[in-house]
Nanobody, 117 residues
Framework: QVQLVESGGGLVQPGGSLRLSCAVSGSTFSINAMGWYRQAPGKQRELVAGIRGGGSTDYADSVKGRFTISRDNAKNTVYLQMNSLKPEDTAVYYC???????????WGQGTQVTVSS
C-alpha cells in the first residue's frame, strides 16, 4: 500500500514563497515519474509540475519560471519550491505519479496553499 504525505502548505502573501514536500512510502520510488497537482475550489485537479526518474522536468504554463520540482530518491521525497506566488495559486496541492506515464496511486490528503494579503 503506497502512502503519500504532503506537507509545507500555509498562508502566504502575494509574491511570497513556500516549499512543499511529499514523502512516499511503500513503492520503488526512484523509478516513478512523479508530479505535483493542485485543485482549486470548483475546479478540476490539474498537473502543475512533473519530474521523471532521470530528473527531467516540465511545468504547466501557469507556473513556469516560478515553481521548481525536485526529488531526493534516497529520502523517497519529492519537493515543490514555489516562488512569486499569486492569489490564483491558491489550491490544495497533491503529489502522485505523473498520470501521463503511470496510473496514479490513491491520493493523499494534500496540503492547502492560500495566497492572500
Amino acid at each position: 500500500q503506497v502512502q503519500l504525505v504532503e506537507s509545507g502548505g500555509g498562508l502566504v502573501q502575494p509574491g511570497g514563497s513556500l516549499r512543499l514536500s511529499c514523502a512516499v512510502s511503500g513503492s520503488t520510488f526512484s523509478i516513478n515519474a512523479m508530479g505535483w497537482y493542485r485543485q482549486a475550489p470548483g475546479k478540476q485537479r490539474e498537473l502543475v509540475a512533473g519530474i521523471r526518474g532521470g530528473g527531467s522536468t516540465d511545468y504547466a504554463d501557469s507556473v513556469k519560471g516560478r515553481f521548481t520540482i525536485s526529488r531526493d530518491n534516497a529520502k523517497n521525497t519529492v519537493y515543490l519550491q514555489m516562488n512569486s506566488l499569486k492569489p490564483e495559486d491558491t489550491a490544495v496541492y497533491y503529489c502522485n505519479r505523473d498520470h501521463r506515464f503511470l496510473s496514479p496511486w490513491s491520493w493523499g490528503q494534500g496540503t492547502q496553499v492560500t495566497v492572500s494579503s
